[in-house]
């Protein structure tokens, strides 16, 4: 039961000391000689050879925020809200106007219901399944408008019947064939230190059969700090990647960024971030093979959703019949560096 509290103590006080801990900084091996360890102080050009040479071998939604002084109008921005609200939001909007519209035209139908012919006396309930009838230009032919303010109601209701279908079915076909892509981004971002080099990774997977065609990857650190004016400002400065392009994404790729001299988390310490309440923020632009599309996906992580000293777990491996295998049930899977003496 110690040893347990111990081990308990030991991961607690890790946690803590790796929050003041600077980013790049790395866990050297120790001198086989000395028994000390040492510091590996790099170049930024240097850095992203050695990261190279070794990758060769191997939200906050919208409802968080609230807009003072702009009014968001459903009917100033109609398509737009109908494109992007959720699947059952669209369906039962639509469901509800359905209803109403045909209801409308109902209780107009029942100021005269004697202009509509039919076998007994017409009630709003049968006069609304005349008004679907009629919206949906069906026309069974059971029930038929006579006299003048019936038939100036059906010409009016037949016409906007058309104008809604002609609406609902071109705002349907955009919310099936709006370009989505398909990518999964990592539940965490790692600073792992192979070869000793210091690198922010981000891995990414492409979750269709077809390819993602010529990908361009930008990753920025998003801050508040305070302007020489004193107001708070919500600053960007870009994090390069080792690799920003990609000409053909298959299966999964890892996006790196060296933390260099150069690097805006040069001597950052997590503490130091959340403080800013700093961010990474991810996007991803590519061109889907199979539908000729440009697609988007971008995400975005917390200080507290990246591991120190941590690297992703291999998912793609070779299998004895010669296909590649590729595991994504491990795709989130990360495992800490090993500390090697060096011998």
Sequence with gaps: MKSMWRRLKDKREARLAARYTPLDEVA??????????????????????????HALVEEKTHRDIVRVGLRDSIWTDFY?????????????SAVVFYFLINLFFALLYWIAPDQVTGDGQHTLLSLFFFSVQTLSTVGY???????????????????????INALATGVVFSRFARPRARIMFSNTAVISNENGVPALCIRIANLRVSVILSVDV????????????????????QLLIVQSHVPVLRFAFVMAHVIGPDSSLHGKTVAELE???????????????????????RTAYRFDHVRHNHRFVDIVVSRPDGRISVDYTRFHDIEEHATHNAP
């Design 28 to 53: 050297a091996p120790e001198d086989a000689k000395t028994g000390s360890s040492h510091k590996l102080h790099l170049t930024t050009k240097e850095a992203v050879r050695r990261f190279k040479a």
């Design 80 to 92: 737009h809200h109908a494109l992007t609200a959720s699947w059952p939001a669209f369906a039962y």
């Design 141 to 163: 032919g059971g029930m038929v408008p006579v006299g003048l303010y019936s038939n100036t109601v059906v010409s009016f209701e037949v016409l906007a019947g058309m104008m």
């Design 218 to 237: 930008e990753v920025a650190l998003s801050r508040l700090v305070m302007s020489k004016n004193g107001h708070l400002v919500r600053q960007f400065d």
């Design 275 to 297: 403080q800013e309440e700093a961010e990474i923020v991810v996007t991803v632009t590519g061109t889907d093979e199979a539908l000729g599309q440009t697609v988007f996906a």
